[in-house]
Structure formats: structure tokens, C-alpha cells
């Protein structure tokens, strides 16, 4: 399981209200971690070498299994109320019951992929995070 808190601000669904915060445990099928490291190496005239290093971007390639009845609702409110740059908090590998390793993030891409599967009501939804 993963999980997410979010302040709902778009998408409002059900007896939400928008400005308040939620939790929402989801069941992640793809969850990979990706670090890019910004750096630039150096090397003296007497042969020493050094590396600068700048920053560490780290992201998170997710995608959901099969999302199907109310819960669909809820990602897409989750996933509209920070498509504008909010941030909210991840945990990969927690619960919101029992947290792992909550981490700020940010939607990292413009855009959402929900994949329908067959022709039933049940979705799996991409979507990539980076950590603050």
C-alpha cells in the first residue's frame, strides 16, 4: 500500500470540502524510485579530480492497480487538487494508519493517465511525483 494527504481544492467529491485535508491509502502495482544527481566534475592541472555535485532530484514512477467504485472519485480529487504545483505527502511503502516514510512531494508531470480496463469500471491510474 501506498498513501497520500492532500488538501482537496478541485474535484471535491462526496461529503468532502474543499480546504480541508484527506487520506488515501492506494494500492500502487508500479512504484519506482528514480535519482538523478546534478553534478559536474572537475580535474586540476596536476591531475586531481573532483566532482561538484549540485542536487539530487529523486521521483516516483507510479502506477495504481485496478481502481474501481468510490475510489476512483477520491484519486481524481487527489490527483486535480495538486496538479497545480500543491504539495502533499507521499509514503510509498505506508499506510496512513501505519506511515513508513512520509515525504513532500509535488505532481512532477502536467498530466494523469487512467487506463480503463476492458469495458467495466475499473481504471489503472499513472502518475509521477518528485520528492521535495
Same mark, same amino acid.
Given at each position: 500500500?501506498?498513501?497520500?494527504?492532500?488538501?482537496? !481544492?478541485?474535484?471535491?467529491? =462526496?461529503?468532502?470540502?474543499? =480546504?480541508?485535508?484527506?487520506?488515501? +491509502?492506494?494500492?500502487?502495482?508500479?512504484?519506482?524510485?528514480?535519482?538523478?544527481?546534478?553534478?559536474?566534475?572537475?580535474?586540476?592541472?596536476?591531475?586531481?579530480?573532483?566532482?561538484?555535485?549540485?542536487?539530487?532530484?529523486?521521483?516516483?514512477?507510479?502506477?495504481?492497480?485496478?481502481? !474501481?467504485?468510490?475510489?476512483?472519485? %477520491?484519486?481524481?480529487?487527489?490527483? +486535480?487538487?495538486?496538479?497545480? =504545483?500543491?504539495?502533499? !505527502?507521499?509514503?510509498?511503502? =505506508? !499506510?496512513?494508519?501505519?506511515?513508513?516514510?512520509?515525504?513532500?512531494?509535488? %505532481?512532477?508531470?502536467?498530466?494523469?493517465?487512467?487506463?480503463?480496463?476492458?469495458?467495466? +469500471?475499473?481504471?489503472?491510474?499513472?502518475?509521477?511525483?518528485?520528492?521535495?
Amino acid at each position: 500500500m501506498s498513501s497520500v494527504i492532500y488538501t482537496a !481544492t478541485r474535484s471535491v467529491t =462526496g461529503s468532502h470540502v474543499a =480546504g480541508n485535508n484527506y487520506a488515501l +491509502d492506494f494500492s500502487a502495482g508500479k512504484l519506482n524510485r528514480k535519482s538523478k544527481t546534478a553534478q559536474k566534475p572537475h580535474i586540476a592541472r596536476g591531475g586531481q579530480s573532483e566532482t561538484l555535485r549540485y542536487r539530487q532530484t529523486i521521483t516516483w514512477d507510479i502506477t495504481t492497480t485496478r481502481v !474501481t467504485g468510490p475510489n476512483m472519485p %477520491l484519486l481524481r480529487e487527489f490527483l +486535480d487538487s495538486v496538479d497545480g =504545483g500543491e504539495v502533499f !505527502t507521499f509514503d510509498p511503502y =505506508g !499506510t496512513n494508519a501505519m506511515p513508513d516514510n512520509p515525504v513532500s512531494c509535488k %505532481l512532477d508531470s502536467d498530466s494523469y493517465n487512467e487506463n480503463r480496463h476492458g469495458t467495466t +469500471d475499473s481504471f489503472r491510474v499513472s502518475f509521477r511525483v518528485k520528492q521535495l
